[in-house]
């Protein structure tokens, strides 16, 4: 095999492919990624068997062929490379020489004949999102999945098609976040759950423009990010969603309004007094006075009042400050509605066409 | 106690002074950053006894007085608070209240009774040089600097006052590193040996204005650096530094000009091929075609032609890619004359006033 393309280009492909590469496997084969110049076209591809990434660039082959390289070597020596044209010759053995300007380095790569190369899943029926959109809904729901592998459905995120809507729906057991949006058009309704890995890495990949697009595909295992000229495929998660709709409740006791700056910065503060692993909880105390926020800990405590807009009762409670925090950071709204029913309910901040729900366990306070 | 101050100013002042807190130490009021206002001043200063660090900040004192804060949650406490007024109130009991707009916090605080004020020391015969060139200069030498304690005066630098010039030497037993420069006076001569830390502090410290000036004052066992309104003393490492004139030959048999930047380049993608804890050297062949560099590991090979322009003898000579790297990242010339005596012994990068001299041991090579 025999290529030439610029750095730069081959320097973005290696980098999006890279975040399908395993850091620990078994399998050595599937520590490499793939240069596919066997056909008309120059393709990067890897694959860890739960997501794979492909990506084409442009570039010349003079001799068609297909090596795989060390992921780790290749990409840092693709990322130190001048930024000009790039020769990657491999000869029988898969001996690779990659040379640019006076750079020449001799690497040795592997046949591509075990590697596994994406399925190929039918691609219609294309559910079509802005980048932008897709990112956004990602980064203000993600923080709600759980790390642990206990409860492999949590580690994921429901994405529901429901007409000319998608519902994007994470939960950890602490709390959940809910995001809608509106598609451009209508689609056949479905539930499917994607690993939090792909949702990751397919935001980090993405450009995130207002007007490119990414096409989803679903199928029964599987989900495919189609954007630009990279695809993304990932199993995904089996089981059934947890019913959300169930642990939503439009009755409240009371309901504020508040600044979310105000009430982010507060609590900001508030964690200065908590060690890690630490649990001291915010404690909020609503009164038509306005919201008085306290927390005590051996490292001192902290005091402070807040103005709100109140309706209904006043009511004690108190919250892990780091929940609030996550959900207040990816709210675009400066003044927030919070809704509580009791101290030991959960509390809801949303908005009115609730295109926005965060729904937050409240901790156990001694009330006095 | 109780003192009105801006937040800005307090969070530089305390930024400063924490260079001096201790990361680990039995005497827990070392771990406190101490505000007195018991005279007309406010002054900040914290003191691990190796080094001492004091700075003055405005404010009103409406209450002189003295105390002692927990440094870590002092400083991440008025890190967060908002650009304002913030007022300290410490009750006889030190309860200290820090309060700014909204947010209040309470912390224990500790009397000053048990905390070590910075050493007085006669400030007399100051040498003067620019926070600048200071800077500068700590930044081109310190690398060279050894971190084990076997050799106490390997963990520092030798600053030598000789007349209008200072000259700062640094060696870890690989290399040597050696600035000079002029000073804007005559000064009585004298050699020190200041410790790595403090140099590493001051250098975070300083502003680095070419016309901010910096006076520094030697006494028997202490230098002190006073710059702004801040002092930073700080002990000086015992012993009788290297004579490194004996280290130095102006004897060679190649002498050879290259490119700074393209020599670096070839270095940098070299260190590619080596894992961490490897030790594979780069081999320079020159000759009168220029100098080829060649490194070989498991990894793979990198093979490079560089221009440049020789006088004497061909050398094939082998380094530590790292210890060039070092180098040549901190000199400014784009063309530098490096000199070679034969594969042996080590080489010298320099200007021809010597206001920089780099001594590199070379690594043993096989030669075919």
Not at 73 to 86: A, H, Q, T, W, Y
Request: charged share 30%; with cysteine.
């Amino acid at each position: 095999m025999k290529i030439i393309c610029s750095q730069s280009e081959l320097s973005k492909a290696v980098n999006i492919v890279s975040k399908a590469v395993p850091t620990r496997t078994t399998m050595t084969i599937l520590e490499c990624i793939l240069i596919d110049a066997s056909k008309n076209v120059i393709r990067l591809v890897a694959n860890d068997t739960e997501i794979g990434i492909e990506t084409q660039i442009d570039g010349t082959i003079e001799e068609p062929g297909i090596v795989a390289l060390d992921a780790k070597v290749f990409s840092e020596i693709v990322r130190k490379l001048p930024d000009n044209m790039v020769i990657i010759n491999t000869d029988s053995d898969f001996k690779t020489l990659i040379k640019c300007e006076k750079a020449n380095f001799n690497i040795i790569g592997k046949p591509g004949d075990d590697f596994s190369y994406l399925p190929e899943l039918p691609k219609d029926d294309a559910i079509v999102i802005s980048q932008f959109s897709l990112r956004e809904i990602i980064h203000q729901t993600i923080f709600c999945t759980s790390d642990t592998e206990s409860n492999k459905i949590m580690t994921g995120e429901l994405f529901r098609v429901d007409g000319g809507k998608l519902k994007v729906v994470a939960l950890d057991g602490h709390r959940i976040a809910i995001r809608e949006i509106e598609l451009k058009e209508e689609y056949a309704s479905r539930d499917v759950i994607v690993p939090k890995k792909t949702l990751n890495e397919v935001s980090k990949v993405i450009g995130g423009g207002l007007d490119d697009d990414v096409n989803i595909y679903i199928t029964e295992n599987h989900i495919t990010f189609v954007f630009d000229r990279t695809t993304v495929v990932s199993r995904l998660i089996d089981g059934e969603y947890f019913r959300v709709e169930q642990m939503l409740s439009s009755v409240y006791d009371t309901r504020i309004k508040i600044s979310k700056s105000e009430l982010l910065g507060c609590l900001d503060r508030s964690t200065l007094l908590v060690k890690e692993g630490d649990k001291k909880p915010i404690i909020m105390n609503i009164t038509d006075e306005g919201m008085h926020l306290v927390m005590n800990s051996f490292i001192g405590s902290l005091n402070e009042e807040i103005d709100i807009s109140k309706e209904g009762a006043d009511i004690l409670i108190g919250f892990n400050p780091k929940f609030f925090i996550d959900a207040l950071r990816v709210i675009e709204d400066d003044e927030i509605t919070i809704y509580f029913v009791n101290s030991k309910a959960p509390a809801f901040i949303k908005n009115d066409n609730e295109s926005y729900i965060y729904m937050i366990l409240p901790v156990n306070v001694k009330t006095e």
